[in-house]
């Protein structure tokens, strides 16, 4: 199973994920690769986040996103 | 319809229609100083329908509709016992790649919608190249914003491009997103392009007609760089059947992500 890391990493290999608290302020997702991480984060964890949760405040960074995931039932 | 009065309007309906969605479907992507801009000018209006919500935006002689439905079923049904798409133009985008968009467009034509035209995005990823910084491009100012905005709606197609409105443009020029180059006191081109973080999106590129093959295209896309060196992707949306702006953006790097737009039009195209 990859990482919440490995993934965006796939998405946009140019950014630095590691090194930011906001991806979204630092401009390194947009609303179409919302769309596009929450495909590979349902596929990579076997969930399916709801779409209620598909909001940018849940992609703001690692932390953020890890929080989302385990309320969706996956195990990380 | 209802006219909407608060941003708050808004996310609660996108909210109501995404509960318990099983295969929730938009083409709203709100940005919040857009949205503000769009209620302040009273250019946005909504219509609620069991499991989808629908907002139309007012832009010159048309509307554009953005939609938030729980299911593509939910979608249909609200499409057909719609009142504002029964009368007057309006287009409507549907954004996605590949299989992603696939069940979206038949409901749409099923409805009377056909298609209008289909823009691709195209990205350019890594550290730009710039020049010096000698440029005789800069940063447009306000008295040239009424021309810039001219130039825009005579350069681009106001159905399929989501061209500015008159407002958008001052504050653009306002914000500095607005590169020019003049020639002898007229307005020969601009860049009208869209900055966040390590991001940034170039929205508008032309160049007056008596000004081609000077060189104004290159100086404002050289200068747009210039002034970008901690950017790390561009992207830009292009007319999928330009390609003489498909070969110019090629030249500085620019490819196609995947990403497609397909515009959908009611009530302006021959049935």
């Not at chain 2, 608060?6 to 609660?12: K, S």
């Not at chain 2, 209006?45 to 832009?59: I, L, V």
């Not at chain 2, 409901?107 to 000698?134: C, K, V």
Request: aromatic share 10%.
């Amino acid at each position: 199973m990859k990482s919440v890391i490995e993934i965006l990493k796939e998405i946009r290999p140019e950014f630095d994920f590691a090194a930011s608290g906001d991806f979204i302020t630092d401009g390194m997702l947009d609303s179409f690769d919302m769309v596009t991480l929450v495909a590979a984060l349902d596929k990579n964890y076997g969930i399916s986040i709801p779409g209620t949760d598909i909001v940018p405040e849940n992609f703001q960074n690692v932390q953020t996103i890890e929080v989302l995931l385990r309320r969706s039932g996956a195990k990380i | 319809m209802s006219s909407i009065q608060t941003p708050g309007q808004v996310l609660d309906a996108i909210q109501k229609a995404r509960a318990g969605a099983a295969a929730f479907c938009t083409n709203f992507f709100p940005v919040e100083s857009k949205l503000q801009g769009w209620i302040d000018h009273r250019e946005l209006f909504a219509e609620w329908h069991p499991g989808a919500a629908f907002f139309f935006r007012t832009d010159r002689d048309f509307r554009h509709f953005y939609f938030c439905a729980a299911d593509g079923a939910a979608l249909e049904q609200g499409i057909a016992s719609s009142p504002g798409l029964k009368d007057g133009p309006v287009t409507t985008d549907l954004v996605g790649s590949g299989s992603t968009l696939e069940h979206l467009p038949p409901i749409f034509e099923r409805a009377g919608f056909r298609r209008y035209t289909q823009l691709q995005r195209l990205a350019r990823i890594g550290r730009p190249e710039t020049n010096d910084g000698t440029s005789d491009a800069g940063f447009a100012k306000k008295e040239d914003g009424p021309t810039a905005l001219r130039l825009i709606e005579n350069s681009f197609d106001r159905h399929g491009e989501q061209l500015p409105s008159p407002y958008e443009m001052e504050s653009a020029v306002e914000n500095h997103q607005v590169l020019a180059v003049k020639r002898s006191g007229e307005l020969a081109g601009l860049l009208f392009f869209e900055t966040q973080g390590l991001a940034s999106s170039v929205r508008f590129w032309a160049v007056a007609e008596k000004f081609r093959a000077q060189r104004v295209g290159s100086t404002l896309m050289q200068h747009y760089f210039h002034i970008h060196g901690t950017v790390r992707r561009f992207t830009l949306w292009v007319n999928s059947g330009n390609e003489n702006a498909i070969t110019k953006y090629r030249h500085y790097g620019y490819a196609p992500d995947g990403l497609m737009d397909h515009v959908l039009a009611k009530g302006m195209i021959p049935q």
